[in-house]
């Protein structure tokens, strides 16, 4: 989300956007919890560290789930099988990268 808000920032500026453009940078401008580049940074970690899907790991980072029960409904694509500790070092991330000022 905080990418496709970035880059529809950029189109605004030109002024070049649509109405569902409009509609849609209104939507990720309310729903977008970080940056474009703490958004990345974030999701690139949640692949490395825990060899999450690139997908997987982008839908986490759009929700930012709080606790091991939210982070487990974004689990359940996954072939991998996480060990309690996994799951609470991924929402700890999440929660560190969620708290850090912009």
């Known amino acids: ?7 529809l920032e950029e189109r ?3 002024g070049r956007l649509s109405h569902a453009q409009k509609a849609t940078l209104d939507y990720v401008r309310l729903f977008s919890k970080l940056s474009a580049s703490k958004s990345r ?13 690139e997908l997987t790991a982008t839908q986490i980072v759009n929700v ?7 982070l487990k409904v974004f689990l359940a694509y996954e072939t991998k099988s996480f ?6 070092g991924m929402v700890n991330l999440i929660r560190e990268f969620s708290e850090k000022p912009e």
């Open 1 to 7: 989300m905080s990418e496709v808000k970035e880059l």
């Open 12 to 14: 605004e500026k030109e």
């Open 41 to 53: 940074e974030l999701v690139n970690l949640l692949v490395e560290k825990y060899e999450l899907k």
């Open 64 to 70: 930012l789930p709080q606790t091991v029960d939210e």
């Open 83 to 88: 060990r309690k500790e996994e799951l609470e």
